[in-house]
């Protein structure tokens, strides 16, 4: 097979995903400088921000080779700035205000390379506490990339499993589960942190997008606890498998909102 082209619908939100991927014409001569290069952080420069969040990625050993094509942005660390810090600056909320600052389009929102380059980074910290800042994080995301792996393989096990299993006996769901469908307004919240489980964050990433409660703008349910939920018919049809999601407590986030596309 080709090697695989790198394009704005392969980056999601701090990962890519390569379903559907395009590739290079296998017996072409590769252009070299187009290669991806591991710890390279990408942009997408068409609508490159969503409700699930800004569209950017680390490029990992698993994402080459990889070619880059338009549209996408590669980044790369020069003079004082280190690349694992780089990936910090655009991962951080002040780098996504000043794309939705900027992005023109009103059918497909853009960026350009000047609008990205002209983000006003303040005084960068020693090298030292750069190191140390991008291992730390770098660390949580790798965390968070094992745990997203563990939790499909215990999904692919428990339904293994109830095949094994094999029994027919059925209860009411209503016997086990509380359907809670309070309603909440997080735009009235203020400025605190909340988990907001929309569909774009949970086929992005499998998980709740942190959020100011004042960026969500309508009206979403309201989960104190634990929420599982599985979107009616007409939002399941887009995608090939079941949607479901777990809202875990914490004490970072004072508030849960899932969209009311779940059924929690």
């Not at 400088?33 to 409700?51: H, N, S, Y």
């Not at 770098?138 to 094994?164: C, P, R, Y």
């Not at 979107?231 to 909102?257: E, K, M, Y």
């Amino acid at each position: 097979m080709g090697t695989r082209l790198l394009r704005g619908d392969n980056v999601s939100q701090g990962r890519l995903r390569w379903d559907g991927v395009q590739r290079w014409p296998v017996g072409q001569p590769i252009p070299v400088g187009l290669l991806m290069q591991v710890g390279d952080v990408v942009l997408a420069m068409d609508r490159p921000w969503i409700e699930a969040g800004l569209k950017w990625a680390t490029i990992r050993g698993e994402d080459t080779p990889s070619l880059l094509v338009q549209r996408v942005a590669r980044l790369r660390a020069r003079g004082p700035l280190l690349q694992e810090y780089l990936r910090c600056v655009i991962a951080s909320q002040a780098f996504t205000d000043h794309v939705l600052g900027l992005q023109t389009g009103s059918t497909v929102p853009h960026i350009s390379g000047a609008q990205i380059a002209s983000f006003p980074l303040r005084s960068l910290p020693r090298l030292a506490e750069q190191r140390a800042i991008g291992a730390l994080l770098g660390a949580l995301d790798d965390k968070i990339e094992s745990n997203s792996q563990v939790a499909g393989f215990a999904e692919e096990l428990l339904a293994t499993h109830a095949e094994a299993i094999g029994s027919n006996a059925m209860v009411p769901l209503e016997t086990l589960v509380l359907c809670d469908r309070e309603m909440i307004e997080p735009s009235r919240c203020g400025s605190d942190l909340l988990n907001h489980y929309s569909i774009p964050a949970f086929d992005a990433a499998r998980v709740a997008d942190r959020c100011r409660a004042e960026t969500v703008m309508s009206g979403k349910f309201g989960s104190p606890g634990i929420a599982v939920g599985e979107p009616p018919f007409a939002q399941a049809a887009r995608s090939c498998g079941r949607r479901s999601s777990i809202g875990p407590h914490d004490s970072i986030t004072r508030a849960r909102a899932a969209s009311t596309e779940w059924n929690p």
